[in-house]
């Protein structure tokens, strides 16, 4: 996806040699516009795969997980990362290891939002070790329902998520890999 | 707001007289069209306000921010409840108390996503004691900026929080007012 990648080089800025900053447009303030072209492109990536609902995690997902459902015309749903004191009934929930931020945490879905035999379309900002794509499928399987695929907007080709995840056959749409942050510089595969 | 209304009146759950679930189509699940009418009106309301960016607060508000964002056609920034680890450069927070979850927790905000003497539209989900839209507030004014306005989904009209604010100047525009959530009924204004 040329524009993100466009949008990428010029305003994201490199941290480390494994961290990108994305807050301008993605993840503290976002860009509307682009929000909806990521939406239409995973749509158009995953419009035969009958999704019958979106599912990302809190909070950097969420304008995400809206937009993409905009063109689904399907409802999303986000899992939390605290159970909050108002979530009854079943919980599905799983752990994840965030090594970005140095922390273990539960994510939490209601039960009810994720019906047996269902499609359930992943999206997400980050792929870098999987680990919180995997617990969503995670949430989805123990749902009993399929996970219909993973958008990632930004994919960290050099860690190993997307290869675990292909391995466990998920079928994965990045709209921008990253192949390396080194000497400072941004490249794309 | 008439479909709001419906909305609550038919798929919110009265958890006690001061709680009200809207999980399946607010915060947890959302609806994207009750989005897209939500951020319609928001814009109806403050259209002649001059608003350049929309704040709103992780991780209820995004989705609403981001509809009301699509309307005025400007960016739109969250604040975060953690300071996460890319934050970096000189950053605005306060505190803020949720009854709700019985927390106090700081909310933190790039000071570089406003702009001194810009025109804020302040959007949040609920509206009870006001403390969350109070603090949303206060980093816009630590940043020189103005509150343009308030725009609430929700609002626990039997609670403090509408008074306080108005008290203080602020311009409100609450899309559904619940009058009470006693006898396990939900009336509105």
Chains 1, 2 share one sequence.
Request: one cysteine or more.
């Amino acid at each position: 996806m040329k524009k993100l990648q466009r949008i990428i080089k010029t305003r994201a800025q490199i941290i480390s040699e494994s961290i990108l900053k994305v807050d301008s447009f993605l993840n503290h303030q976002i860009d509307y516009d682009l929000m909806e072209a990521i939406g239409e492109e995973f749509f158009h990536y995953f419009k035969e795969k009958n999704v019958d609902r979106v599912l990302t995690i809190e909070a950097s997902g969420i304008a995400i997980g809206m937009a993409t459902a905009k063109f689904f015309q399907k409802p999303f749903v986000f899992a939390k990362k605290k159970k909050p004191n108002t979530m009854s009934g079943e919980v599905l929930s799983t752990k994840v290891v965030s090594f970005t931020k140095n922390i273990a945490y539960d994510i939490s879905l209601s039960s009810e939002f994720i019906n047996f035999g269902e499609n359930i379309l992943i999206v997400d900002d980050f792929l870098a070790r999987g680990n919180a794509a995997l617990g969503l499928c995670k949430l989805v399987e123990k749902a009993g329902a399929n996970v219909a695929g993973i958008g990632i907007v930004i994919e960290k080709s050099f860690q190993p998520g997307r290869e675990m995840l292909l391995a466990k056959g998920y079928d994965i749409c990045s709209l921008a890999r990253i192949k390396s942050l080194k000497n400072n510089k941004i490249s794309f595969y």
